[in-house]
């Protein structure tokens, strides 16, 4: 039993209705996630990569309760996912994840309170939480206004862990702050997950903060799964075209990485949005590898390598092929 | 330790932008000089006496002087000191219309805000019914049907003015709804009562705070005008309203005996229309009429 995952996404869709007109009419449907299915160890760090608007807030919202899904089912330790407060949140904007009207020790204080601690030792508590989040013990005393991005990030963090949570969803938690910041916010959350046993869910646009700190990736274009692997197998082979461009963005670091990284003609164009879809694979437009089938058939996931799938139509037959065009030309 | 200085600091800073603003500070002075004036009206009143059915006809129509500054009226009365005891209804006017009314409203618009479904459609179908109806012509209504007096006069108003209120609170709290710090209160397993009162009440403060600043002087103009119609209070308890309608009667020869009430209601509702105003800039609120 101990070793059934803790998180399962089975099917999981959402679509948002787009209002417009006078009236404020359904005008059409943003399908913001789609069927994506998904699976999280205990202790383990999850991470979700995509780009902006891909679905990655939204597929949080529905682990953690806060949003139902339209289709497929979430399970949590067995169970169908509910608001409890062994799921929590990091929120993706520090500057909104506190009330600006209440301090620091206020907003602490009501999770503690929630979690059923006493009132007289909260205060107590307030202190060892700021401690795990290296803030000063008088930042209870604060208000939002007065603190930095990351010390406010830090304190959302402290919430967070405050109801004993066992799995942590991270939204983008550094993604609003400064590198030497983010180090720091990425170090912090090491530490507690190995110290307090937390599971985690790493949102981020940033391959390379995933790629230290993830364990398994999934890898999210237009509210669709298009690959999930190990950290070491996604970028080491990335078996779908749509990770191997992401992976170009991200700086090498070393010489035989840079030999091995794909120089992909992105096709032109504009990049669709979950409103309109594409037909067959909704990457086939941007790929520069799409042949007949990706027009008209969506790809079912495939097996590339050990604990490594995609969908994607190159791989249906030969599992190395991408990584082979992509390779084959490079100057070596 | 350094957080209290801190915010002393911004208490001060926030004074320091206040004195600053040369509209709420003469709103404040204003404020604070009328509801000084009325509640120490029986001490400052040159003829306290005067403000019930006091007859003295060897003063009657005199003309404003050292001894009565606004003039005496028809049947003798210091104006002066009947204008210090009318703010003293004027102003529990606003208050105990205003202290059941935003509460009542403040309330129904969180509920409608936050629970959304049927609860807005009923409170909002309520506000848009409500506001459809000119508070004055709500007043003209009840007083005729029950019998005109204060109580009625408020208690139209009171039935009306929650809605403004309502309105209000629900706009904020729709764009409050899904604020990450509210999410997070829901997931940390807050209660309902928490997170309304306590995560989104007290970011519509000073919003509610500027609207109420606003409406005082609506109201006490309101209550003005409802005695004037004879509809309010009821004589002789001095009023402001009533005394402008009484003294109206004998313009232009005395035109001190309407002018100065007019003027004293004029006065008292500049001053919270001024505060109002000044409020709102120095929290930079907008959308509150
Ligand atoms: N409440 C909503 N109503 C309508 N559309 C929504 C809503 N929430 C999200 N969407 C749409 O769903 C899609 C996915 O949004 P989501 O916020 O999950 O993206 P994201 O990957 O988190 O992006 P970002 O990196 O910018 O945070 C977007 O097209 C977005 O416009
Ligand atoms: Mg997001």
Redesign the pocket.
């Known amino acids: 039993m101990s070793d059934s995952p803790l998180l399962e996404l089975d099917a999981v869709s959402k679509r ?3 209002r417009g007109g006078i009236a404020g009419s359904v005008r059409g449907h ?1 399908n ?2 789609r069927q994506v299915n998904l699976t999280v160890q205990r202790g383990e760090v999850f991470g979700l990569a ?11 919202r529905m682990i953690v309760g806060l949003l139902p899904p339209d289709g497929g089912t979430l399970r949590f330790a067995g169970r169908p996912v509910v608001q409890s407060r062994a799921i929590q949140m990091v929120f ?1 904007n520090p500057g909104a994840s506190l009330n600006p009207r209440r301090s620091i020790g206020q907003s602490l204080s009501v999770a503690l309170a929630a979690a059923g601690v006493a009132r007289a030792a909260r205060r107590h508590r307030i202190a060892d939480l700021l401690g795990l989040v290296q803030l000063p013990a008088d930042t209870a005393l604060r208000y939002p206004h007065e603190l930095s991005g990351g010390q406010k990030q830090r304190v959302a963090i402290a919430r967070a862990i405050a109801v004993a949570p066992r799995l942590l969803v991270l ?2 938690p550094t993604s609003a702050l400064d590198v030497s910041v983010q180090a720091k916010i990425m170090e912090l959350l090491v530490e507690l997950g190995r110290s307090l046993g937390l599971t985690y869910i790493f ?1 981020s ?1 940033d391959l390379s903060l995933m790629r230290n700190f993830a364990d398994r990736v999934g890898v ?1 274009y237009l ?1 669709e799964v298009v690959e999930i692997g190990t950290t070491e197998a996604l970028f080491g082979r990335p078996a779908h075209p749509y990770t191997r461009t992401l992976l170009a963005s991200i700086p090498v670091v070393s010489a035989a990485e840079a030999r091995l990284r794909p120089d992909i003609p992105l096709i032109e164009g504009e990049v669709p ?3 309109d879809l594409p037909s067959g694979c909704v990457f086939h437009p941007r790929c520069p590898y799409a042949f007949a089938p990706c027009t008209d058939q969506h790809p079912a996931f495939t097996r590339a390598e050990a604990g490594q799938t995609a969908r994607c139509h190159l791989l249906a037959g030969d599992a190395a092929s991408v990584h082979d065009m992509t390779t084959r030309e490079q100057p070596a | 330790m350094a957080a209290p200085a801190q915010r002393l600091s911004a208490a001060r800073q926030n004074w320091h932008r206040f004195s600053r603003n040369p509209t709420a500070v003469v709103g404040a002075a204003i404020v604070l000089l009328v509801v000084l004036a009325a509640v120490f009206a029986p001490l400052l009143a040159p003829y306290p006496g005067h403000v019930g059915a006091v007859v003295d006809f060897r003063a009657r129509h005199h003309p404003p002087s050292f001894s009565h500054p606004f003039g005496t009226d028809n049947i003798g009365r210091d104006i002066f000191s009947r204008v210090l005891f009318g703010y003293r209804v004027s102003l529990s006017l606003a208050a105990v219309v205003l202290g059941i009314a935003v509460p009542f409203g403040t309330v129904l618009g969180l509920a409608a805000g936050y629970f959304g479904g049927w609860s807005e459609t009923v409170i909002m179908r309520a506000t848009d019914i409500a506001l459809a109806i000119p508070p004055l012509v709500m007043a003209l209504a009840v007083t005729a049907v029950l019998s005109p007096n204060l109580l009625n006069a408020m208690l139209a108003i009171t039935a009306l003015w929650w809605t403004w209120h309502t309105r209000l609170v629900y706009s904020i709290t729709r764009t409050l709804r899904h604020r990450e710090y509210v999410e997070a209160a829901r997931l940390i397993g807050a209660s309902r009562a928490h997170i309304l009162f306590r995560e989104i009440l007290p970011n519509c403060v000073s919003a509610i705070s500027v609207k109420v600043t606003l409406d005082c002087g609506f109201v006490i103009l309101l209550g003005a005008s409802l005695s004037f119609l004879g509809l309010g209070v009821q004589p002789p308890t001095p009023d402001l309203g009533t005394m402008v309608a009484t003294g109206a009667d004998f313009l232009p020869d005395d035109w001190w005996e309407p002018v100065m009430p007019g003027l004293a209601i004029l006065f008292v509702t500049l001053g919270f229309n001024l505060l109002g105003d000044g409020l709102r800039d120095l929290f930079d609120v907008e959308d509150v009429r």
């Open positions: 948002f209705a787009i943003v913001a996630v995509g780009e902006s608007g891909s679905g990655k807030s939204t597929i949080a993706q939204d983008e949102i646009h999210l509210g949005n979950a409103a």
